[in-house]
Nanobody
């Protein structure tokens, strides 16, 4: 199983950014997949997760209404559309999955077994 996140960068407050996570070794039709982030000096947190078998999504309170998770099954890619970004969103973002988790809520609040390398998002003027 492999996941590769990309799309991070520097964005101004209020701006938007879309992260991509290309997956291989499994298909996006059963396990939950999700995005996590870790800000400097803080613990890693689940940001948004997707149950790929029933399309149920889960968002943390910090990003609800601003971030949207989606997938393209044909491209085996998961996306995170991030709008109205603030400096508090600055973090390294990771995508992750766990074949033992099909629930988006469980994945976001658990400890996924498989992680991709992170991509840095910096929100600053």
């Amino acid at each position: 199983l492999q996941l590769q996140a990309s799309g991070g960068g520097l964005v101004q407050p209020g701006g938007s950014l879309t992260l991509s996570c290309a997956v291989s070794g499994f298909t996006l039709n059963r396990p939950a997949v999700g995005w996590f982030r870790q800000a400097p000096g803080k613990e890693r947190e689940g940001v948004s997760c997707l149950s790929t078998w029933n399309d149920i999504t889960h968002y943390s309170d910090a990003v609800k209404g601003r971030f949207t998770i989606s997938r393209d099954t044909a491209k085996n890619t998961v996306y995170l559309q991030m709008n109205n970004l603030s400096p508090e969103d600055t973090a390294v973002y990771y995508c992750a999955t766990d074949l033992g988790h099909s629930s988006s809520y469980a994945l976001c609040n658990g400890r996924p077994s498989t992680w991709g390398a992170g991509t840095l998002v910096t929100v600053s003027s």
